[in-house]
Structure formats: C-alpha cells, structure tokens
C-alpha cells in the first residue's frame, strides 16, 4: 500500500481519522460542517499576464480559466518556469492580469486597486511560503500571535485562537519554541497555522512542501485535510511532486502558461 492511499479524496477521510494517522497531536476538537455552497470562492476568466523582458514581451499566462470552490484543496501542478507561481500571486491580488477577469467572493480583483486588494487579503487570505517565513526571534506562539495583530483581530481573542491553531498543526508541545529550535517539518507547522489564525476563507501555498522530506510532507497533506474540514477553508497550492497529487480534489496541469 503506498504511503498516499489513506488519503485518497475520492475517500474523504474524517478530521478524527486524519488525527489519528498522525497520532494524538492532531486531534482536535470538530465544530458542525456548515452548509456547503456550489457558488465558486473564486473564479478566473481568460486571465493573461505579460511582462517586459529587453523590451521584448514575455507571455507567461496565456488565457488561464478556472474555478476554486469552498472547501477544496486544489493544486496548481507543473515544472519550474511553467507559470504556476505567477498565477497563484494573481489569485492572492499580490499582481494583476495583464488581459482577463480574476473573481474573488464577488470582489473585482481584477479591478481593485493596491490599498482594497491588501485589505481584502489580509482579512480573508493566509500565504504559506516554500521558505517558511517565520520571524527567527519569535516562538511558535509569537509567530502566530503576530498574524493576528496584522490582522486586527481584537486582542482578547488573540490567546485562544492562537492555542488552538497550534494545536490544531499538533504543536501544542512546541508552542515557545523558535524556529531553529524547530524541524523543517514543524517550522512549516508554524506557517499553516499562523496563515490560518485570522480565519481566513482561502489560503495559498507556494510549493509548502518543497523543502521537506517524503514522511513530512504527507503529514504536511495531511493537516492541511484537516484544516479544510475543521476550518472550513479552500487551500490552492503549488506543487511539482506527482507523489501528493491523489490527495487534491482537483489538479490543474500548468505546462507553457496554459493548462492541459
């Protein structure tokens, strides 16, 4: 049996059965799954983007068109170069289209200008880089009490939420721990945790499991099926390894800026 077979999609697996795969630090306390919605989280519609390189255009997306819907995780697959990163800092309103629409909860990002589309992530989207981006100073829990003040999250819900997305990621052990006091695996636990503190309805993942080895990234995969279900939250990730896909609901196929 291959390590991905527990968690095939096509199987949806429960939050507790998840946790139990991981042993205990991954069981959390499930609140009700509220009424799912058809209606598209976001929607892209014939977005292209072309920068300038020695004056000479370079088309790096080349009429993308897709869906996320509510509570998916969705992966953008394909090799260096092939326009995933591009497009996935689209979808977070990090750039804008050059050509096309981008649709998020019935927001114009597409039209949106610098000051609208930085509210709107920071109120509704969490980031996990490839490189961590932790605060090396800070501990676990400083690190995600921190997303929280950027947030503007009212200050007495600040320690509640933050025990509980540490532990939720099953750090509840290593909550003071600095990041180089950490494992690759558990820094990256940090990151998922601090993205999803302020409850956001999307979370994009730049090749989060790059840098780790085969063991940590299906449990990587694995706390992120379980936030989906306990957080009611839609995850669109990056990704190269081939070895992860059965866990998507869908995997979009980038090669030369278009899907195939």
Not at 33 to 45: C, F, G
Not at 217 to 228: L, P, R
Not at 241 to 253: G, K, M, Q, R, S
């Amino acid at each position: 049996m291959g390590m991905w077979t527990a968690f095939k999609r096509k199987t949806k697996p429960s939050g507790e059965e998840i946790a139990a795969s991981n042993g205990p630090a991954l069981e959390v306390a499930h609140r009700s799954m509220a009424p799912q919605s058809n209606e598209p989280l976001l929607t892209v519609n014939g977005v292209e983007r072309t920068f300038q390189v020695g004056g000479q255009p370079l088309h790096v997306l080349k009429g993308i068109n897709m869906q996320l819907l509510p509570n998916q995780l969705v992966m953008l697959r394909g090799r260096s170069g092939s326009g995933k990163t591009t497009l996935l800092n689209m979808l977070g309103g990090l750039d804008q289209p050059s050509k096309g629409e981008i649709w998020f909860h019935g927001l114009p990002f597409h039209e949106m200008g610098d000051n609208d589309r930085t509210l709107t992530r920071r109120k509704e989207m969490g980031f996990i880089f490839q490189a961590f981006a932790l605060m090396p100073l800070l501990s676990a829990w400083e690190n995600v009490e921190l997303s929280l003040r950027m947030a503007g999250v009212p200050k007495g819900e600040w320690k509640q939420r933050v025990a509980h997305c540490l532990r939720l990621v099953g750090l509840e052990k290593r909550m003071h721990h600095r990041p180089f006091e950490l494992s690759g695996g558990e820094q990256q636990r940090v990151a998922i945790a601090k993205a999803i503190a302020h409850r956001p309805r999307l979370l994009l993942a730049d090749e989060p499991t790059a840098e780790l080895d085969s063991q940590m990234s299906a449990q990587i995969m694995a706390v992120f099926q379980n936030i989906i279900e306990t957080e009611q939250v839609t995850i669109c990730m990056t990704t190269h390894d081939p070895t992860i896909l059965e866990v998507a609901d869908h995997v979009y196929e980038m090669v030369d800026g278009k899907f195939v």
